[in-house]
């Protein structure tokens, strides 16, 4: 990708700004080297060698070149992305183009055909996961084809490869390949035809019989088209992730034992507050050999399962030592050896990458004898968007500019003219009324937005008409639809040329599919959450439900086949997990959690208190991970690997139930928080921490402008009382009982919330502890005594911002303390009173 950073940090093509790289002679001062602009990484100063470079040389510069040790949030700076493959192109001599790949070899001469073909670096992209996580749009559009921020998804991942150097692609599509196969032959960037194809060459495999991503590969072995290494990509991946480093490890560890034949790339989350980091549903489980990368074993956990543990093979205790990780996301890319085609071909039953093959192949590796390794980064981003609960979280990490130079105004297809500005992202043409408000969201070509409306953090597509008075939240507008006078949309996907008439009402988590109306002042049910298309899993069309849509709508609602396998067998016993990820909207309502056979591998179960080192308090934030460097059995190392896996997962979820505008009580929140704290065994403690942050960053949202500015008495009134049941689930939960060091800790708690909450100063969050503090006690939740036993712990004030959020309860405790003094002396006048 070539292109230069605007004032906003996008792309603009073309007209490179140059920075200036100094190289070094050591590794020391390869550790410390900087320029005014750049602070680049390790893994980009390994490449930088003294011997291969004059004392500077001159690069094009990438998006937001600040220090790392700036303060503030950082976005993900992809320098590797094109300052690697470029700093490589240099060394082996060849010229880089405007993709930031090699260009296009001319015909070699006669006998060097094979010499080509081995270096040629291939990808296989498979266009088709043969599963129905997005219906029901997909039963119109492959999903690849879907927009992503109003680009098809397949885009980002085409051009991920170009700008690693791939030079032949090879396409597998299943459902609507001809959609698929037009879309890329009419294509002004990715025709093989075009003189802007970045690519040699470019071919579309179907089969015809194919049922599985393994009918896929297996078919892609008997056609011997792959002579070497090659990429293994889905085609919903968005990735900013250099594979330069990745392919000289992969290619060092073929060199050094030729049965490595795989390396899956993985991105550890950290602390980071990627929401990709965030997804929930199906935790994928790897684990591996610290030393050496190696993948040992592969499993999948999920909520719905009988057994909450993982059952490692006797195999892995021969290594000396071992991590368990849950804390990985699966970018779906995969360096490959031919090897790998033969063992899908070796094995008829696997279907998917991960669950069969991968899981299966390590199982059995005394008898393939292959080695899969694990690259596991720290840097950049990459995540497939599989499922619509990731579609959602990759469309607001790109819209937070994780994914540079992914974003809006980086304009990736041609024909667009998206500007930042603002907090917004504007194609031609776009009309927003003067007194209408939009906050954080693309509004495509031609777009109309009418007056007295609202529009936050959404996508809206080209030529959508938005009406008067209009309400849209959190929700993704494609091209062409209509949104009518009054009506609202909360989270939801409204699809092409579909129309939500006046005054409608869709809510969280709806799926509203191409051509669908619904009729003015219907009002949908979030039970069961609207999915509503104008034709069934069969693809024939629907009779129209007007109970659902209203008399003038047009569709009705959605239904899965019937699964015609015994799911409820006693053999398998555990429940599908794809019902999991198939709404956009992560929830456990209405399912049946098993709390059978709760366990860790740790066997930590004790309810004993984090310390507050390992526990970073905030919505955001996760704690400060210790990673573990062996499978000892070490008891504060299990509990932060369980508060990385609950805490982060918990106040999402309560903190999404308080914000929901509807009028449902807070049931299905506590049972979806249940269901967290019995899949990961999480204590008391971690419970009433997590309650407690979610309830005060509530509270602190309810202060700012944007969410009405509230004094903040009124905020924790709101916080707390807002949702029918949520003080109950405090009080029964967050709290947890009638001790008094119990309603202290929550106290503790709230505070310890309140100060980490990012732009609330010490004198606010004092303020809102106090209101917080005094509801609690009114609603009967926290005692006097607990409140008083909170206020003379040392803990509360142990810092300078916990001291100055505690002084601003003085008055509070001071009137406390003093009604207990007036009814001690009560208490005495009236014995007095008895004995005369």
């Not at 043969?130 to 559009?141: M, W, Y």
């Amino acid at each position: 990708m070539d292109g230069s950073p605007n004032a906003a940090g996008g792309f603009q093509r073309h007209n490179f700004p140059l920075i200036k790289v100094t190289t070094c002679t050591d590794a020391a001062e390869a550790g410390a080297l900087s320029t005014p602009a750049l602070k680049f990484k390790r893994a980009v100063l390994d490449i930088v060698q003294p011997h291969l470079f004059p004392s500077t040389t001159v690069f094009p510069a990438l998006p937001d070149p600040r220090p790392l040790t700036q303060p503030g949030p950082r976005r993900p700076i992809p320098v590797e992305f094109e300052l690697i493959n470029r700093l490589q192109l240099a060394m082996s001599g060849k010229q880089v183009s405007k993709g930031g790949a090699a260009n296009k070899s001319k015909k070699p001469a006669k006998g060097g055909a094979e010499e080509k073909r081995e270096d040629a670096l291939q990808a296989v992209i498979l266009a088709d996961s043969f599963q129905d996580r997005f219906q029901p749009f997909a039963l119109e559009k492959p999903r690849c084809l879907l927009p992503l921020v109003n680009v098809p998804v397949i885009e980002y991942t085409l051009e991920y490869l170009a700008s690693n150097g791939v030079q032949e692609v090879f396409i597998y599509c299943g459902a609507h390949s001809e959609d698929v196969e037009t879309y890329i032959h009419d294509s002004d960037r990715w025709s093989p035809e075009s003189n802007l194809c970045p690519f040699s060459s470019v071919d579309f495999i179907r089969v015809s019989d194919a049922s599985s991503i393994g009918d896929f590969l297996r078919d892609l072995d008997k056609r011997s088209l792959i002579s070497g290494d090659f990429i293994l990509i889905h085609g919903d991946v968005v990735a900013n992730i250099p594979l330069d480093g990745i392919l000289a490890r992969h290619r060092a560890r073929r060199e050094a034992n030729r049965d490595a034949c795989m390396t899956v790339v993985l991105r550890s989350t950290g602390d980071s507050p990627h929401r990709a980091a965030k997804a929930r549903g199906i935790t994928p489980v790897f684990v591996v050999d610290p030393t050496n990368g190696r993948c040992l074993q592969y499993e999948e956990m999920h909520p719905l399962q009988k057994d909450k543990y993982v059952k490692l093979d006797e195999s892995v205790f021969e290594y000396p030592e071992f991590e368990l990780r849950t804390d990985l996301i699966d970018c779906g890319i995969d360096i490959c050896t031919p090897d790998v085609l033969a063992l899908w071909s070796e094995s008829f039953d696997y279907e998917l990458p991960r669950k069969n093959f991968l899981h299966g192949v390590l199982k059995d590796w005394e008898l393939n004898g292959k080695i899969i390794s694990a690259e596991i980064l720290e840097e950049g981003y990459g995540a497939r968007a599989s499922n619509l609960q990731m579609y959602d979280c990759i469309s607001q990490d790109i819209l937070h500019r994780w994914a540079l130079p992914y974003v809006p105004d980086s304009n990736l297809l041609h024909g667009q003219t998206y500007k930042y500005k603002r907090g917004l992202w504007l194609e031609d043409g776009t009309h927003i009324a003067k007194n209408s408000t939009v906050s954080k969201s693309v509004l495509g070509k031609t777009a109309y937005v009418d007056t007295g409306s609202t529009i936050s953090s959404s996508i809206i597509g080209r030529r959508c008409q938005i009406g008067k008075n209009v309400r849209i939240e959190n929700s993704y507008i494609w091209d062409d639809a209509v949104i009518k006078d009054g009506a609202t949309v909360l989270h939801s996907i409204v699809a092409n040329d579909a129309v939500i008439g006046k005054h409608s009402y869709i809510p969280q988590g709806s799926l509203i599919s191409y051509g669908v109306r619904i009729s003015a002042g219907t009002q949908l049910s979030s039970k069961p959450l609207p999915r509503i298309s104008l034709f069934t899993s069969e693809r024939e069309p629907v009779k129209t439900d007007i109970k659902l849509v209203g008399n003038d709508g047009k569709g009705a609602q959605y239904k899965e086949p019937e699964d015609d396998e015994d799911s409820d067998s006693e053999d398998e016993g555990d429940a599908d997990p794809a019902i999991l990820q198939s709404s956009l909207i992560y929830s456990l309502a209405g399912l049946n959690i098993s709390s059978e056979s709760i366990s860790t591998l740790a066997t930590h179960d004790s309810d004993d208190d984090l310390s507050d080192d390992e526990y970073e308090q905030g919505f955001q934030a996760k704690a400060n991970r210790e990673r573990l460097s062996s499978f000892a059995s070490d008891d504060s190392a299990a509990a932060v690997m369980k508060l990385d896996q609950f805490h982060g997962d918990a106040v999402h979820g309560l903190v999404d139930a308080l914000r929901a505008d509807d009028n449902e009580d807070f049931d299905s929140a506590k049972l979806e928080f249940m269901g967290l704290r019995l899949a990961n065994n999480a204590s008391d403690s971690m419970m009433r921490k997590a309650i407690a942050v979610a309830f005060a960053t509530r509270a602190a949202e309810l202060m700012s402008p944007e969410n009405g500015g509230l004094e903040p008495t009124k905020a924790a009134g709101r916080a707390l009382t807002s949702k029918k049941g949520a003080v109950k689930f405090i009080t029964e939960v967050g709290v947890g009982g009638n001790k008094v060091d119990l309603h202290a800790e929550f106290a503790l708690a709230l505070q310890k919330a309140l100060a980490a909450i990012k732009g609330l100063d010490s004198a606010r969050a004092g303020t809102l502890l106090a209101a917080m503090l005094q509801q609690l006690y009114n609603l009967d939740v926290l005692e006097e005594e607990g409140i008083l036993a909170w206020w003379a712990d040392a803990r509360a004030a142990e810092n300078d911002t916990l001291s100055k959020i505690k002084e601003r309860s003085r008055v509070l405790v001071e009137w406390l303390e003093n009604a207990d003094e007036e009814d001690s002396n009560e208490d005495s006048d009236e014995e007095d009173g008895d004995s005369d």
